[in-house]
């Protein structure tokens, strides 16, 4: 054959993943970065040229059919090419992932440039799981930025001679079969899977589609210990020799015996990648790890000191039975095949590469994400060493509840902290840690346990300087007297008796065409899941006419009848109905059918429209919309509560007509949508509506002053002035850090700020600006300027806790809900990722003990008992 420099036989996994080829562990993955200062493509493919180069891993390709084994081939030579591609990252993503690669064709390893404009974008690097596992993905990543910046600075790389991937097959098949065969079975005999606590799962429901996310995708949620119990885990670890890895598993399988899985447990992990006979010399790359059991009994005597040196020591150094398949494990336990995952938990160990971070900063690129191929289990735990210990739960939200998840690794981050401390302490009789509650306790507003090593007046100066939590008094603990602990006293600042609001969380969408994936109503369908089981309040439909911003929704009545059938409690709202466009008959019909679809759940808010181009479906009505819009809301009114309507019919003849079906709700729920006229606000509150109301095109302070004039307006009119709901839409990503959250969001708010040409508009009449507005130029610098103005005072973006004071604002100001428009253009996975941390958001606008507990927790960096300190989803 032409181009071969070597041929060679396939590793177990490598095997398998050949044989499944349309299985999701063996879908594409990702590493996508993004860059802000423009980049350099001709060093970028010059980097990648030299990357493929260097690893026989990367210049492989598979053979199969007409074979009697598969084999695998190593091209001498590759002319890879950076490609390009115009497609925003969730799109393209999901492009790429059906795209595929064929192991057929060499590379197995691309790289792809999506620009959002010529200073910004995203870089994304492709690999099959046959030629990479993931610490090898992230070598390749950490080589290509070595020899990007020698390539754009002019310089010769120095990065060391690389191996070729033969090693690894060489010293596999140079190890005894029957005694790997041995070791790796003997474990397993009599063995049971341990299986995750039934107090975790979700309820399962008639819905056949339950999870918010595709098969191999699901959330992630992080738990970072405290500096002081890092450094005295890392401490004991290194005093006895032990290894992260072996004090994660035994914690793992303290937790599950406390509840309730037995002594003897079994769980999955990975195997660390390269056996340590090959560890030396140079860089090695390639597919390596593997999932495989691990067997642990909790003991019920002798030390746990003893207990970890011997888990340690039973799993010293690499074998060749760490590398068979799965599915060889899953013959030896016996189970079924493709029926259900092999474990329900699988716990792994890595350290993040130190280097990689500050490199890839110092060459302008930002938010590094690895999107693995497929999650392999309901519940996939890392730990990852650094400065402050990080446990990640990567949970499938359609098997396990997001707060039993956030609980988990709370108890989790205890254990390992508690099991390090007795063992370090305990003279010679076992000591396990005790049991924490089955779930997290409730916050109770009056008392708040806060840990002893910091002062009452720290406390208190951490408390003062944060606006989003109430006044607080530290004193302390009259149940702990000279123990240094303190209690924390919430006192509301209001009235004496006047309860605290607790805010609605609604989801708003309003997607461009040219935005959605081959998949365009994904994000509305899993979203609209997801706010439904986590106590959101509704979700806004709009309704959008021939144009592409907006697109994706031309009609709310359609869509909002799919959500009828796939959600259970949450609001159905239109968000608006542009009511001249329609007749009133098929309104009230279309919207009493989705309330008896969703069991009266439906609300209306309607508006007059004020596209010309929209009024192409009733051109009659352009210029008295206004009047119209009312005139059929009475109509709509009428007909939804059993009244007839006259009309003329067909032949000519008046008559008086009712739409069938009845509605569940006897009243139609209706909001006005009031863009920012005073006068509006005034006629909602006379007319005893709903508002919805937007902070595009109004500050906060405005908004107060209209919702001031609609209850002023619902009083005079006879209204309780309390009675009417006020919702606000803005702008929504929340996320777990703010550096990352802003990086995934200035390009796609940006994109979408500046195809909102009325926004612009306003703004430079506002600016009194002499420009062209359809000058290219102007445009991007406006849609910059408004990106700052709009993600600092008018939307919700940030992490939980820096959004409160938004919330409160907004709540301070007379709102009662807040319509989350999440849509904008953030990567697909990205924003369903969010929606947890949005969900942990809504729990701490809710309730001022559980954000004060919170607020502690972050600023005096010290874990709160039951509290994690970091994004999770707390009911």
């Not at 060391?160 to 033969?166: E, F």
Request: glycine share 8%; with cysteine; hydrophobic share 40%.
């Amino acid at each position: 054959m032409k181009n071969v420099q070597d041929v060679y036989r396939l590793s177990p996994v490598q095997r398998e993943l050949l044989s499944r080829a349309s299985a999701p562990e063996a879908r594409p993955a990702h590493l996508h970065w993004s860059f802000r200062q423009g980049l350099d493509e001709a060093a970028l493919e010059s980097a990648l040229r030299q990357l493929i180069a260097r690893h026989t891993a990367l210049r492989t390709a598979f053979f199969a059919q007409g074979m009697n084994e598969p084999v695998q081939v190593v091209r001498e030579k590759i002319e890879p090419r950076l490609e390009q591609h115009t497609a925003r990252l969730a799109a393209f993503l999901e492009e790429d992932r059906r795209r595929g690669m064929n192991p057929a064709n060499a590379p197995l390893f691309r790289a792809t440039v999506l620009r959002d404009s010529p200073e910004l974008g995203t870089v994304v690097l492709t690999y099959h799981p046959l030629v990479l596992d993931e610490g090898s993905a992230r070598v390749c990543l950490r080589e290509l930025l070595q020899l990007y910046r020698a390539a754009r600075e002019g310089y010769e790389p120095v990065l060391g001679k690389s191996r070729p991937q033969r090693d690894f097959l060489a010293w596999f098949e140079q190890q005894d079969a029957q005694k790997s065969e041995r070791r790796a079975r003997e474990p397993l005999r009599g063995a049971q899977r341990s299986r995750l606590p039934e107090a975790w799962r979700v309820a399962r429901r008639e819905d056949p589609h339950p999870s918010p996310l595709p098969e191999g995708e699901g959330v992630l949620q992080r738990f970072l210990l405290s500096p002081a119990a890092t450094a005295q885990v890392q401490a004991f670890l290194r005093q006895h020799t032990l290894e992260l890895s072996t004090l994660l598993q035994a914690a793992w399988a303290v937790l599950l015996h406390q509840h309730g899985q037995g002594s003897d447990l079994l769980f999955g992990t990975f195997t660390p990648g390269l056996p340590a006979a090959l560890s030396g010399g140079g860089p090695l790359v390639g597919r390596f790890a593997t999932l495989v059991p691990r067997r642990l009994q909790v003991p019920s005597r002798g030390t746990l000191l003893r207990w970890l040196r011997g888990l340690q020591a039973e799993h010293a150094g690499t074998h060749a039975s760490d590398y068979f398949a799965p599915s060889q494990f899953r013959s030896w336990l016996e189970v079924p095949p493709e029926q259900e995952p092999l474990f329900e938990s699988i716990l792994t160990t890595g350290a993040e590469d130190e280097a990689l971070g500050p490199l890839a900063r110092s060459l302008g690129f930002h938010a590094l994400t690895h999107e693995a191929a497929a999650l392999p289990a309901p519940l996939v735990i890392r730990a990852e060493q650094g400065p402050r210990l990080e446990l990640r739960f990567h949970s499938d939200p359609g098997q396990l509840a997001s707060t039993a998840v956030a609980h988990a690794a709370a108890h989790l981050g205890t254990l390992l902290e508690e099991l390090a401390l007795r063992a370090e302490q305990e003279p010679s009789a076992l000591s396990l840690p005790p049991k924490l509650p089955e779930a997290p306790a409730e916050a109770v507003a009056g008392a708040l346990t806060v840990g002893g090593s910091f002062g009452a007046a720290e406390v208190q100066a951490v408390l003062a300087r944060h606006p989003a939590v109430s006044r607080v008094s530290v004193v302390a603990d009259p149940s702990a007297p000279g123990t240094g602990a303190l209690v924390a006293r919430v006192e509301p600042v209001r009235p004496a008796g006047e309860a605290r609001k607790k805010p609605g969380f609604g989801l708003f969408f309003f997607a461009n065409e040219g935005a959605g994936t081959s998949d365009k109503y994904r994000l509305y369908l899993d979203g609209a899941r997801f706010a439904d089981r986590n106590g959101f309040t509704a979700i806004w439909t709009p309704e959008r006419h021939f144009d592409e911003h907006g697109g994706l929704y031309p009609n709310p009545s359609v869509l909002s009848a799919a959500l009828s059938t796939i959600t259970e409690r949450i609001g159905l709202r239109s968000g608006s109905v542009v009511l001249p466009l329609h007749n009133p008959f098929r309104v009230a019909e279309e919207w009493s059918v989705i309330d008896n679809l969703s069991k009266g759940r439906v609300g209306l808010s309607v508006t007059s429209g004020w596209m010309p181009n929209d009024f192409a479906l009733a051109p009659d009505h352009f210029d008295a919309k206004r009047e119209v819009l009312f005139r059929s809301l009475e109509q709509v009114r009428e007909l939804w509560r059993g009244g007839a309507v006259a009309t003329r019919d067909g032949a000519g003849n008046e008559v008086q007509l009712r739409t069938f079906p009845r509605p569940v709700q006897p009243e139609l729920p209706v909001w006005l949508t009031c863009p920012g006229n005073p006068e509006l606000f005034e006629k909602a509150g006379e007319l005893g509506f709903h508002v919805l109301t937007s902070l595009a095109s109004q500050p906060v302070e405005e908004v107060r002053e209209k919702i001031a004039l609609y209850r002023a307006a619902r009083a005079r009119a006879g209204h309780d002035p309390a009675a009417g709901t006020v919702t606000v839409m803005l702008h929504t990503f929340v996320g777990r850090e703010s550096g990352e959250v802003l990086d995934r969001v200035r390009g796609p708010l940006t994109h979408y700020l500046r195809t909102h040409l009325r926004l612009q508009q306003m703004r430079v009449r506002s600016l009194d600006i002499q420009v062209d507005i359809d000058d290219p130029k102007w445009l991007d610098s406006l849609a910059t300027f408004a990106f700052e103005q709009h993600y600092r005072m008018s939307a919700l973006i940030g992490t939980p806790t820096s959004c409160l004071p938004m919330v409160d604002r907004l709540m301070e100001a007379g709102a009662d809900e807040l319509a989350c428009f999440i849509d904008f253009g953030v990567a697909e996975a990205h924003a369903l990722e969010g929606l947890t941390y949005l969900a942990e958001l809504k729990d701490l606008a809710g309730d001022e003990a559980l954000r004060t507990r919170r607020v502690l927790a972050e600023h005096l960096d010290e874990r709160l008992p039951g509290t994690p300190p970091v994004a999770f989803e707390l009911h």
